[in-house]
C-alpha cells in the first residue's frame, strides 16, 4: 500500500495548502517507522514510541493517526508530519516535503 497520497484534508492550514497544493499526505506511524525505527507500542487512541527528539529510555512520544500529529509527554514536542520530518531530519519546510514524498 502506497503511504503517499494526493488527497488533502481539512487538517492542513489553508495558506500551506495554497502554496503548496500538491503537498504529500502520508502516515506519521509509517514515517517514524522509516526514518527513526524501533518499537512501536499501539495502544487505546494514541501509538507510544521512544522520542526521537530528546534521550530516554520509556516511550513518551505519542503519534497520533486520526490528525497525524505527534506530542512527546517528555520533551512537549508537537507538530504535525511536516514538522515531524523537519525535526527529525533538521530541514526545512520544503526539505520535508522532498522527504515525505520519497519515503
Ligand atoms: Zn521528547
Known amino acids: ?26 502516515d506519521i506511524v509509517e514515517i517514524y517507522r522509516r526514518l ?22 520509556t516511550p513518551s512520544l505519542a503519534l497520533y493517526r486520526d490528525t497525524q500529529s505527534f506530542y512527546c509527554f517528555g520533551c512537549g514536542k508537537s507538530g504535525d508530519i511536516y514538522s515531524f520530518v523537519q525535526g527529525i531530519k533538521h530541514c526545512d519546510f520544503k526539505e520535508a516535503l522532498k522527504i515525505i514524498r520519497e519515503l
Do not use: W
Open 36 to 57: 527513526v525505527g524501533g518499537e512501536i507500542k499501539i495502544s487505546y487512541r494514541a501509538i507510544l514510541v521512544k522520542c526521537c527528539f530528546h534521550e530516554e529510555k
Open 1 to 26: 500500500m502506497p503511504i503517499v497520497k494526493l488527497r488533502t484534508t481539512k487538517f492542513f492550514s489553508r495558506t500551506s495548502f495554497r502554496k503548496f497544493p500538491d503537498k504529500p499526505k502520508a
